[in-house]
């Protein structure tokens, strides 16, 4: 049998099959799918009335809480004054707050003062009695006075449901004791549910869950509504159908329930289009399998021969810009789009190739650092120009024609060797790693490199950083324990008397910290006053008593450990790093020195230590601001570069998108699209992160800012069912980026969103303080763990799962481009960011 017939015969059976199997699925299915897309309309429709309710009753809520812990209200409830009356409880301020009643019960239960109030003729009405017997019947409501949380809920009265908000009257600092409790009360009544159906666009009825007369179909449903299924959907008539939802009151027993109704639009549509449907598919079988007949030869096998005759053109030439054509929409001109699609895809490695080379060589010359690749034999393939700088060679003298051996000093060759060995055939060598480098005039520097094995080859890349300037103070520090060891051997060959005075002398004008600690038990015999105003210990505290006895050294075990090990073997200790803690907590980095001597006839050992705390702090600055500046330049450098391909591709993935042919593919698109968009994004990042990067300075108010993003922040903060509090004080206007700033905001809430579980709250604060407007974000997480609190605001550096690292290090670039400050303080109750910006300083100014 021919491929004709074959294809005829395939393509009849396979349409009548589908045009049957389709007729079953919209009698079948698609009648009970629009039914079950009615029920979860109106189930939705109910949700938002209920939420809508709920939400009217935290209003209220949040209002009575508001009143009550206020020091007016405070002293109201003990003097009863008028002017309170007369300021606050005003007609004016039941229509405000939309109250029918407002009550004040001292720490007695006795009712001080009660107002009614009928918001829909405004005036003043008695207090139910119903509501007072209701609350010597059920004292829930004013039995929490010893509380500092309010209740609020739904009560059933004679005159009707009413929404009632109850909270202990304390300070407006929340502290207590409370004394008494207030109540808000708000009817709802008819003209209520009015409003409630028209800020939900919803048909709303409420009636009370034990009188379900008024409506008959509320009957059936409030059989099927509890506590296990608080809401229930059933239509009332063939053009109508109705939700309820069951309400319980403030003590958690069913009370009221909500009922709201719509037409069956979408069931009459869904009937409706399921007839057209399948008279639709009826008429385009006939239609379709008469023209398929007609022009499957020209269609189909024609083309299909036109196709393996271009293709297999292209295979003879060899030429990946040549394509197929095929006009039409089916399978065999999808089929040569992908021909073409994958003949550009090809075209487009070899073009990504090269791009990829420049983007390496861009990067491998720009980072900063000495960077060199070492190939077989050890021999260097390629260096970059700081290598060139350090070294001294150009790049034709060195690639390809020098090994790494001939830059090592003879002592560290055998040693670089057996490294090189490792690391290439086992992997098992040291990263980093120092040694001494000669460079072309013979001058001898000290090397700190790092080095990686390319993968899947054996050579290695390495990067080389001159530390020959920390070498040399360190030779100082060397020199200077030299001088204490001379010291303590002249001290021992002179006269007792005039070697303890000279000793005196010495020991305590010394600008380092010095501490003789007795062999035998390792107790301190003596210290300077240097040692004492940096470890913030009286000389009582700290003579006679062990350094663990003062947990000078907690958690540096290790550390210690290795320090004695090392004292015994050498008898001596030079230039070693050590960190100390203060009788503050505070930690003060310190390079030691220690020697053996003979005091008064006791083996002692005298300890000198340097304090390198600034050092080490301005230190780990210039490498943050070097990686900053370093991503900062690079991102300005490429963005733009990067930013136009993408805009391109986005933009034909869009157009692709919107053709009917590629339907099927459309979430491919969309996936392509957002991946895109997110890469778009942290290029974003990058170029905030660079240092030249404009600001646009306006005299402008920190709080207003703050007031602006706080629906956003709010919003955000319901979304992730966490709460919000601000506590702005008067501040000075200051020059701002409002850009910038809006985003350093943005940027540390979110983090502080992020680090918080559901329920907890996040704090804005603004204040002075010593001149200087701060901006304090505090969340209640669990804290930075000491061991990456040094690595906040590296860039790249992030503990989510799909995080950038780019947040922080955005927010420190901000910050300094408006020559402020930035830190944090965290425990493991929360953590809090200050940001401190100094008027005085401002980028204009400066």
């Not at 040693?415 to 992997?427: A, F, Q, T």
């Not at 990058?686 to 108010?701: R, T």
Request: aromatic share 8%; proline share 3%.
């Amino acid at each position: 049998m021919t491929l004709r017939k074959k294809t005829i015969i395939i393509f009849g059976i396979t349409l009548i099959c589908l045009i049957i199997i389709l007729f079953i699925i919209s009698k079948c299915i698609l009648s009970a799918s629009f039914a079950n897309l009615e029920k979860q309309s109106i189930t939705v429709n109910v949700e938002r009335a209920r939420d809508a309710l709920l939400n009217n009753i935290d209003t209220l809520n949040r209002q009575a809480g508001d009143w009550a812990q206020w020091n007016d209200t405070y002293e109201f409830v003990n003097d009863l004054n008028e002017e309170y009356i007369k300021m606050n409880l005003t007609n004016n301020t039941f229509i405000a707050l939309k109250l029918n009643l407002i009550l004040y019960i001292n720490s007695s239960g006795r009712i001080v003062y009660g107002k009614g109030f009928d918001l829909e003729n405004e005036n003043e009405t008695p207090v139910p009695d119903s509501l007072v017997d209701h609350l010597n019947n059920y004292d829930f409501l004013f039995n929490n006075k010893n509380q500092k949380d309010g209740a609020a809920g739904i009560i059933l009265l004679p005159e009707g449901p009413m929404l009632i908000a109850s909270w202990p009257i304390l300070t407006s600092e929340r502290s207590g004791p409370a004394r008494g409790v207030l109540i808000m009360g708000r009817y709802l009544d008819s003209s209520e549910i009015n409003r409630l159906s028209e800020t939900a666009h919803l048909s709303l009825a409420v009636c009370q869950f034990n009188d379900v007369r008024i409506f008959p179909d509320i009957q059936t449903a409030s059989s099927f509504l509890s506590e296990e299924s608080p809401a229930f959907v059933q239509p009332v008539s063939p053009d109508s159908i109705a939700g309820y939802a069951l309400l319980n009151d403030i003590y958690g027993s069913p009370a009221l329930i909500l009922r709201t109704d719509m037409s069956r639009e979408i069931y009459k549509q869904g009937r409706t289009s399921m007839q057209y449907l399948i008279l639709s598919l009826l008429l385009i079988g006939l239609v379709f399998g008469v023209v398929t007949l007609l022009l499957l030869e020209k269609v189909v096998l024609c083309r299909l021969a036109r196709l393996s005759a271009n293709v297999l053109d292209i295979s003879t030439s060899g030429d990946l810009a040549c394509r197929v054509s095929m006009t039409g929409g089916d399978e065999l001109s999808t089929l040569a789009g992908q021909i073409n699609q994958m003949l550009s895809s090809l075209e487009r490695s070899q073009y990504k190739l090269q791009e990829s080379e420049d983007n390496y060589r861009t990067i491998f010359e720009n980072t900063g650092t000495a960077i060199l690749i070492i190939g077989e034999k050890k021999v260097i393939s390629l260096v970059n120009t700081e290598f060139e700088k350090l070294s001294g060679y150009t790049k034709e003298e060195v690639e390809n024609k020098k090994k790494i051996t001939d830059f090592v000093a003879k002592d560290d060759l055998d040693r670089i060797n057996d490294y090189y060995n490792r690391r290439v055939y086992k992997n098992i060598a040291p990263r980093n790693y120092e040694f001494q480098f000669f460079d072309k005039q013979e001058n001898i520097k000290d090397i700190y490199t790092t080095v990686a094995v390319i993968p899947r080859t054996n050579k290695i890349v390495v990067a080389l950083l001159d530390i020959t300037d920390r070498k040399r103070v360190e030779e100082r520090y060397r020199n200077l324990a030299k001088k204490l060891r001379n010291l303590a051997k002249r001290l021992r060959e002179v006269d007792l008397y005039q070697s303890e005075e000279r000793f005196q002398k010495i020991f305590h004008n010394s600008p380092d910290l010095i501490a003789i600690l007795r062999a035998e038990d390792n107790r301190f015999v003596e210290v300077n006053q240097r040692f004492l105003d940096v470890v913030e210990y009286s000389r009582e505290e700290v003579l006679g008593h062990k350094p663990e006895d003062l947990d000078f050294l907690s958690g540096q075990d290790n550390v210690i450990e290795s320090a004695i090990i090392e004292f015994k073997e050498k008898g001596e200790l030079q230039n070693f790093d050590l960190k100390v803690k203060t009788k503050s907590g505070k930690t003060v980095n310190l390079l030691l020195s220690a020697e053996r001597i003979n005091l008064n006839g006791e083996n002692c050992r005298i300890i000198m230590m340097k304090d390198i705390t600034k050092e080490k702090k301005m230190e780990a600055e210039m490498a943050r601001l070097d990686r900053l500046n370093l991503i900062g330049e690079m991102a300005a450098g490429i963005g733009h570069e990067v930013r136009n391909p993408m805009t391109t591709v986005r933009g034909f993935l869009q157009l692709l998108d919107r053709k009917i042919e590629y339907d099927k593919h459309k979430e491919y698109f969309n996936l392509m699209i957002s991946e895109l968009d997110r890469a778009n994004s942290i290029i974003t990042e990058f170029l905030s992160m660079a240092k030249d990067k404009p600001v646009d300075l306006k005299s402008q108010n920190l709080n207003q800012l703050l007031q602006t993003l706080f629906p956003l922040i709010q919003a955000d903060a319901m979304n992730s069912d966490k709460y919000i509090e601000m506590e702005l004080a008067e501040i000075p206007d200051l020059l701002l980026d409002e850009k910038e700033v809006r985003q350093l905001i943005l940027n540390l809430v979110h983090n502080g969103y992020q680090a918080m579980s559901n329920g907890k709250t996040l704090k804005i604060k603004t204040y002075t303080e010593d001149g200087e407007v701060v901006l304090a974000v505090e969340d209640q997480g669990c804290g930075i763990p000491n061991d990456i609190a040094d690595k906040i605001g590296t860039p790249f550096f992030t503990t989510k799962d799909h995080g950038t690292g780019l947040g922080l290090s955005v927010c420190y670039s901000i910050v300094a481009r408006h020559n402020a400050k930035i830190f944090f303080k965290t425990s493991s109750t929360g953590t809090t960011f200050f940001v401190r910006f100094d008027p005085a300083l401002s980028p204009l100014q400066k």
